[in-house]
């Protein structure tokens, strides 16, 4: 099956600095991402969709100046909180669909942000 | 937004017995999908049931959908320690390309 990546699988910053996470499809091409959020014990909430060559679409209540997405390649889409805060610690995942298979998307493994 | 609802929140059963899982949805869909996450990981996509089908297998797994009700339910025969996991459905609406909308998760807890 297709296979989403992450990197890194976790991270520790201190408040005010930035975290770059980046998602990959290691073995097809993805014109769509998606990035989710997770709370502990909670489900996945849809942030924003990632597209190739365009700027990303974002969900009702999601900054898009502090969630900062870029998907320059078929293959790679990273999301950057910048000046993050303890409120941002959370689970991040990110998804793809391989061509063709749009309604089925493959989840990378996700990363832990713990923000000090 | 969510708009998906599990339930049970959490259920317990013992090695063997059977699970079910419903969840409820609001919109109208084009398809419902049900994933399972093991603690801390990430999601494992287990069964895709389209809009204009009614019931679906899957090895153990069994899944219905409602379109009436706007409600779905998986169920897992024979279950397994290894089964114990959070369980979501997840919809996929007629007019939001193909993000996803997930519910809550139910909660499953194996005993051997």
């Known amino acids: 099956g297709a296979v989403v990546s992450q990197h890194p699988s976790w991270v520790i910053c201190k408040s005010g600095t930035s975290v770059k996470i980046e998602c990959r499809s290691l073995d097809f091409q993805a014109t769509t991402m998606f990035w989710y959020r997770q709370f502990p014990k909670q489900s996945l909430m849809l942030m924003a969709t990632?597209?190739?060559?365009?700027?990303?679409?974002?969900e009702q209540g999601v900054e898009k100046d502090k969630f900062l997405i870029n998907h320059a390649s078929l293959t790679l889409s990273t999301l950057t909180v910048t000046s993050a805060h303890p409120e941002d610690s959370s689970f991040y995942i990110c998804?793809?669909?391989?061509?063709?298979?749009?309604?089925?998307?493959?989840f990378g493994p996700g990363t832990r942000l713990l923000v000090l | 937004s969510q708009q998906g609802e599990e339930d049970p929140q959490a259920l317990s059963i013992q090695e063997g017995e059977n699970a079910t899982m419903n969840c409820s949805y609001k919109t109208s869909i084009n398809n419902l999908q049900w994933y399972r996450q093991n603690s801390g990981r990430g999601l494992v996509h287990l069964i895709l049931?389209?809009?204009?089908?009614r019931e679906k297998h899957s090895g153990r797994l069994r899944v219905t959908l409602d379109t009436s009700k706007k409600s779905s339910s998986l169920l897992i025969t024979a279950s397994r320690a290894a089964d114990t996991a959070s369980y979501f459905c997840a919809t996929g609406e007629a007019n939001s390309g193909y993000a996803l909308n997930f519910g809550k998760g139910t909660s499953l807890l194996v005993t051997p």
């Open positions: 049931i389209r809009s204009n089908e």
């Open positions: 990632s597209n190739e060559g365009s700027k990303a679409t974002y």
């Open positions: 998804s793809a669909s391989p061509p063709g298979q749009q309604e089925t998307q493959y």
